[in-house]
């Protein structure tokens, strides 16, 4: 497994530094760049592909959520700032975690192998076009699924369930990643919590969809029309 490349924003130099010192503890992290001008910042990751950025939020000429809004290709996010109300804001635009500051080193560790669950998860997805499976970490433990042995898949923010005839995993990722990454697989939205492969369909009627296990789902109004078309 490849390092993942962090670059951190911050408008003060303490809080620079001491990112870097965790970094250096950290197995399998490489940090990049450290920037205080935040367009300084913006110039090299049009530039570079880094897998994480660590940014404030509070920095002068442009903040962090600008930052992030302007990058043409957006990596994985960690916004480390003192301030707490701008945390919805934040996850509206996906970012893998919110730490108000001060910061031990734990809390940034955990911060950052949940960059690095993301971004297995996310490489695996993309891969799974020739491999047909999936690999990904849930409760600690590494898992290789096979697409066509999922049922369904449930949203729960930040985190989907994804349900199979054995066994459920619970991973790290959004449900329109998900939608996005498997459409072509057979997998469609038949409301906004769930995600389900059509092949398991066995009915559906105004309000539920049925699966040939047995298994019942609900079915939301705007998807019908969505649902019909693609089952027939």
Known sequence: MANLTIVNVDDEYPALQLVKQYC????RVELLASFQNPEEALSFLKENKVDLVVFDINMPRMNGVELLQKLPERPLCIFLTLESKYAVKAFELDVVHYLVKP????TFRKAVNKAKDFLQFKNSANNARQEDYIMFKSNYVMNKVFLKDIL??????EYIVLMTPLKKYMILDRMSNFEEKFQNFGFIRIHKSYIVLSDRINSYDSNNVYLKNGDQLPLGRTYKKNLKEHLS
Do not use: R
């Open 24 to 27: 250096e503890q950290l197995e």
């Open 103 to 106: 910061v031990d080193f734990e």
């Open 152 to 157: 369904w898949i449930q949203g729960f923010g």
